[in-house]
């Protein structure tokens, strides 16, 4: 069997960004259909309804750990221009992302706090926290290898490999964090039209991860 060119797989990668765009476009969609349709939106005042405090949680964690960390990911594909501009919206993207994350975090933390519930006790919030905590130290130790001017060429060549096989365990983690978490949602008896959104975005997270990754081990160049 003759073996593809190198051609022929940088022609492969356009459509694979493309339809990576088109299903975090889908994610974010089905997100918010659920949220604001199903669950009435999201509120910061236990007062009108607790459950209103908690949606706010899955929405911004998806948006940021899903979403914005895909999109970073891809940076150093998709962004047109000099490597400096890339690596400039990549490292801005990841910060988003963490942005979007402390406010998600912050939701579930008030809501357990105001409900009188116990905090950290399953498999998502053991998962949320490890995927946070090595998200930050990741983005840390990124920028001083870098960014931060007193890093050596030799430094940062060294380091490039591990940086991009951490940064896809990560987001690997966040990925399997949000399926986690929709798995939380448990629909007894009958199977509402809620669950087929719940589940499609299961699915769509699912299948932007994979074209996530599909996009990094592709060559750069199409």
């Known amino acids: 069997m003759p073996v593809k060119s190198g051609a022929s797989f940088r022609l492969a990668a356009l459509p694979v960004v493309v ?18 349709h199903f669950r009435g939106g999201f509120s910061w ?6 459950q209103l405090v908690y949606t706010a949680h899955p929405l911004f964690m998806v948006i940021g750990l899903v979403i914005c960390t895909g999109e970073a990911v891809m940076a150093y594909r998709i962004v047109l221009g000099p490597r400096e501009a890339k690596k400039a919206v ?7 992302s963490l942005g979007f994350a402390a406010v998600g975090l912050y939701a579930a933390v008030k809501f357990h706090k105001d409900a009188g519930l116990a905090h950290i006790r399953s498999l998502h919030a053991w998962l949320g926290i490890a995927t946070i905590g090595l998200y930050a130290l990741q983005w840390l130790v990124a920028f001083i290898y870098f960014v931060f001017p007193g890093a050596m060429m030799t430094m940062r060549a060294d380091y490039a490999p591990w940086h991009i096989f951490f940064g896809i365990v990560i987001f ?16 007894p008896g009958d199977y509402p039209s809620e669950a087929f959104v719940v589940n499609f975005n299961g699915i ?18 199409y």
């Open 204 to 221: 769509a997270i699912f299948m932007f991860a994979v074209t996530v990754v599909l996009a990094v081990i592709l060559p750069s160049r």
């Open 19 to 36: 339809l990576a765009q088109l299903l975090a476009a889908a994610v974010l969609t089905l997100t918010l259909v659920w949220i604001l």
């Open 172 to 187: 690997l983690m966040a990925v399997c964090t949000a399926e986690t978490g929709l798995v939380r949602f448990i629909f």
């Open 45 to 50: 005042e236990m007062s009108s309804n607790p």
């Open 90 to 96: 990549h490292m801005l993207l990841h910060l988003l």
